[in-house]
């Protein structure tokens, strides 16, 4: 490797303020490395299920699928049909619904051979004739030979999930860091990150806006939407000291969730229409105004448990579009 030392006289200025050095975070301070993944979160946040096969799916949207009054009709003339059908959740449950609400079903037969898939005969019929066509072109040996189990079954996740009766979910690509409790039981798509954690003091941890500014900075982007990776955004992040047993933690963290989810339920709309009015200057209605407050409530509470209760969580709004003198 190549440096290039500056004369000393030739300043080194970062934002036109005279620094010692600047980072490679752009930083006056600090090293250059990215942080550890830290013990502490270590297999607490997974990807959902890769299905590779929409022929898995029923749904009355999609071409694809099988419609649900099919699904309905085989449950009801073998009950046992209904142990390999889940509820399917994808980003668009956990954005667009307002209680978050699955309208997509799902077959699994998880690891079982195929064997033991054809104990149910009318699932796997449907497998058969709408999936196996579309893996029979894959180029994965696995995926092309395992036609009837998903691409990526996700198993350390459903190990970990099924001690939790809920989990938080966030779609990987997002305009919002929002995430929403999803119970257990369903079938999580690879479009969403599972993190299994269960308390309102992790809700309200993950919603500040300290975790926010985190999975910004540290995590990639997908045009101007965040890309919320696990390795980057989550398994880094230091939750404030003793953030489990904090009883100012859970109380906001609950007050904050609970409120916004009667909010999206009144209002007939889901996260990601609520998130745009809560960011939008115009916004006027009461209830946004006190979500607002509520969440800078909920910064305040986190604030305080990293002990730091000096940082002002009062926030206004700027137009990013204006060319801002330095001194203003």
């Known amino acids: 490797m190549t440096t290039c030392n500056l004369p000393a006289a030739v300043p080194i200025l970062l934002d036109g303020q005279p620094v010692s050095k600047i980072t490679a975070f752009l930083f006056p301070k600090g090293g250059n490395e990215n942080p550890k993944t830290l013990l502490a979160n270590v297999d607490k946040s997974?990807?959902?299920?890769?299905?590779?096969?929409m022929g898995f799916t029923f749904d009355d949207s999609s071409a694809e699928a099988t419609p649900i009054a099919e699904m309905e009709r085989l449950i009801a003339e073998n009950p046992k049909n209904q142990e390999r059908i889940f509820p399917y959740i994808g980003g668009s449950e956990v954005n667009s619904s307002p209680t978050h609400a699955h309208h997509r079903y799902v077959i699994d037969?998880?690891?079982?051979?195929?064997?033991?898939?054809?104990e149910w005969p009318d699932l796997m019929q449907i497998a058969k004739e709408k999936v196996k066509p579309f893996r029979d072109i894959q180029k994965r040996k696995a995926i092309r030979e395992r036609w009837w189990q998903y691409a990526e079954k996700r198993p350390g996740m459903?190990?970990?999930?099924?001690?939790?009766?809920?989990?938080?979910?966030i779609p990987?690509?997002?305009?919002q860091v929002a995430f929403a409790f999803m119970s257990t039981g369903c079938v999580f798509g690879h479009t969403l990150k599972i993190v299994a954690l269960e308390s309102f003091s992790a809700c309200a941890s993950l919603h500040?806006?300290?975790h926010e500014i985190w999975a910004r900075f540290f995590g990639s982007s997908m045009k101007d939407d965040l890309r919320y990776t696990s390795s980057d955004c989550f398994e880094t992040f230091p939750f404030p000291p003793n953030w489990q047993t904090s009883p100012a933690l859970e109380t906001i963290g609950s007050t904050y969730y609970e409120y916004r989810a009667a909010l999206m339920i009144r209002n007939n709309q889901g996260l990601t229409d609520t998130y745009n009015r809560?960011?939008?200057?115009?916004?006027?209605?009461?209830?946004?105004?006190?979500?607002r407050d509520l969440h800078s409530q909920m910064d305040s509470a986190v604030l305080d448990a990293y002990g730091w209760p000096d940082i002002s969580t009062t926030?206004?709004?700027a137009l990013d579009y204006l060319d801002i003198e330095p001194d203003n």
């Open 46 to 53: 997974f990807v959902g299920s890769y299905v590779l096969g």
């Open 109 to 118: 037969f998880f690891d079982r051979s195929e064997e033991e898939a054809w």
């Open 158 to 169: 459903i190990r970990v999930i099924a001690t939790c009766d809920r989990v938080l979910a």
């Open 172 to 175: 990987e690509v997002t305009s």
């Open 208 to 210: 500040s806006r300290p």
């Open 278 to 291: 809560f960011h939008d200057p115009a916004e006027t209605d009461p209830d946004l105004h006190h979500l």
């Open 315 to 317: 926030c206004g709004f």
